[in-house]
């Protein structure tokens, strides 16, 4: 009785052990870039086309300012920063079979643009950047590398810039969380990079019955190296 007693016991130490998630030490270096995703009108205004569904979650995470507070500890900590943009032409409205989300952000204009040499319309537009980061974007430690077009960045040249910049290691944030930001995440992973990720300076669309921020912060856990918050984040680079 007293082993099969043990034996439950060790069982329920173990189960216990596993239901605990390592958390992956992530040094910060030389090597290390910042990479935000869509830091965009139509997702952080609330004059967007999404901010009827992203809005509650960028407030309650006060993702504004804690973009805002990473572009001004990279420019202070000389730390290079990505954006990936989110941009649509007018040729990709000829698109022949879209998933539920592509179909709503093109039935909704989200992130228009003419085409890739016309910016007529393009200042203050809801693909244009959200005023009050254009201070930074436009100094020398920031790299718009070329929209992604769906969530990820297998589209784009986000991983070629930072390998020519000799990047390794990147701290991710933007939006949105359950979508682009996560999806920049899989991949960057999948391509030899070692992600954290900034979880408060993310928000995600919150409907009935769906919470895509919840899901976001659930799968930045599971599986970046290391999910800070931007105070938790601020406070380490300036130890």
């Known amino acids: 009785m007293k082993k099969l007693i043990a034996v439950f016991v060790l069982l329920i130490i173990g189960v216990n052990a596993l239901a605990q998630l390592p958390d992956t030490e992530f040094e ?5 870039a910042i990479v935000i995703t869509d830091p965009q ?36 900590k000389g730390i290079k920063v990505f954006i990936s943009p ?6 990709d409205h000829n698109w022949q079979f879209e998933g539920a989300l592509e179909k709503l952000m093109h039935n909704i ?19 244009d950047f959200l005023e009050r980061y254009k201070k930074y974007i436009d100094k020398d430690f920031v790299t718009v590398v070329g929209p992604h077009k769906v969530y990820g960045p297998e589209q784009n040249d986000l991983s070629l810039q930072l390998r020519k910049q000799k990047i390794d290691k990147v701290i991710l944030a933007g939006m949105s969380g359950n979508l682009c930001v996560e999806s920049h995440m899989r991949e960057l992973i999948e391509d030899g990079f070692e992600v954290a990720i900034v979880g408060d300076a993310t928000a995600s ?17 599971f599986i970046a190296s290391h999910v800070y918050s931007t105070k938790e984040l601020t406070d380490k680079l300036n130890k």
């Open 28 to 32: 910060i270096d030389g090597v290390t």
């Open 205 to 221: 669309a919150i409907i009935p019955g769906y919470d895509g921020n919840a899901a976001a912060q659930t799968n930045f856990r």
């Open 109 to 127: 204009n989200m992130f228009d643009r003419g085409d890739q040499l016309n910016i007529e319309g393009f200042e203050g537009s809801g693909a």
């Open 41 to 76: 009108n139509d997702f952080l205004s609330p004059q967007g086309v999404t901010w009827g569904v992203v809005g509650e979650s960028v407030v309650a995470n006060n993702t504004v300012e804690n973009l805002e507070t990473l572009f001004k500890i990279a420019e202070d």
């Open 86 to 91: 989110h941009y649509y032409y007018k040729h």
